[in-house]
């Protein structure tokens, strides 16, 4: 072979790495699962959401091959949140974090678990503030060590440690998943810096084999609280069926600031629902929320009426009997919630003030209309179905098939 022809070679096959994310062949490493639940203010599911879809829409002004191992963490499904269990400090502190893809700073001391600082704290004179929606945070920014796995240690990563929190008093706090351009801002004095993320971390500092995190939900059902996996670094093929497929970010203001993707979503055969447009995909989201116009043609379509004691759509079982799929369109690739996979699970119909027996949709109002750039946003009840992949480094989600994506849980 040449000397050109071998560069020729090097330089296709350093694009197609470019291009596609890496499938690396590495064992994964999984925690123990915690079983637990949260069903403070679940009456007021609907309500927290939109104010959460409010808080990302001024957040996001306000910022300045598939794989198939990584490295995992496992999580929690607690009906509206997942948690991690992840330590601080050496000898580490362990915190149950919520795992949010909608923000990207980690930070401690809410609920009853306060900071415990030992010879590896290092306070920097910034305070943090981030708000939620339904919550905030302030507090002051320390650089510490953060242990997610024995595999997975973080020397010197930054962490905020809350002086005040307000909605967190049955977690520790958050571990942020997002993309590193939310943390701008959040600082002070230092308003125009960005703070470097965990995942940025580990794949900075050659810890992760991909710049990506992988994550999967199983839906709660009678006999089973639901559980979950984060894995850094790869996709779990043991947690997905079929192949990844990609979707670029799309580049629609405010969703290109957060894992945002373009989609369109019908009813059925052929009743369409919502054309083409911008949203996100967000695991601090419980419900599918859709932009006002769409949500009135799915509750329209369905037949659906509000339900005063939980604010969800209510159907009779006549109507479930005739539930068609409802379908997302996504770079081409058709994915299905069936009928059983649009319902809340009907064992926890009581927790959010329900009625036992009565029949519950997972599908809300955005609160506001489409075209506004974030028209939907496809919270736990989309990701209890359908395995996903983040990809930093290629500017993507994936989405997969997973065994629990046809299943009647509900």
Known sequence: MTLLSLLSSLLLLALGVVANPVVINRSLVTLPLAKKYNFTSINNLLEHDQA?????????????????????????????????????????????????????????????????????????????????????????????????????VIQGQSIGVALESDAFDNY????????TDLTIGTLNPDTQSSVSTVTDNLHNRGTIPAYEIGIFFQPINATSPGNGEITWGGADSSKYTGQIKFTPITNIFPASAYWGINQSIRYGVST????????????????????????????????AVPDDNTSLLRITPAQFSALQGLVFTINGVLYTLTPNAQLWPRSLNTQIGGTAGSIYLIVGDLGSASGEGLDFINGYAFLERFY?????????VGLATTPYTLATTN
């Open 172 to 179: 520790n706090g958050i571990l942020g998943i997002g993309p």
């Open 52 to 152: 959460r879809a409010r808080a990302l829409k001024s957040r996001a002004f306000g910022k300045g091959g598939v794989p198939d191992t990584g490295i995992n963490e496992p999580i929690t499904d607690q009906a509206v949140t997942y948690t991690a269990s992840v330590g601080v400090g050496s000898p580490p502190t362990y915190y149950d974090l919520l795992v949010d893809t909608g923000s990207s700073n980690t930070w401690i001391g809410s609920g009853n678990k306060k900071y415990v600082k030992t010879s590896t704290s290092v306070q920097t004179g910034d305070s943090v503030y981030v708000s939620y929606g339904k919550g905030y945070f302030y507090g002051t920014e320390f650089y510490d060590t953060v242990t997610l796995t024995p595999q997975l």
């Open 388 to 396: 996903s992949v983040y990809d930093t480094a290629n500017q993507q």
């Open 272 to 303: 369409v629902i919502l054309q083409s447009t911008a949203g996100i995909v967000d695991t601090g989201t419980t419900l599918i929320l859709l932009a006002t116009d769409a949500f009135n043609r799915y509750s329209s379509a369905t037949g």
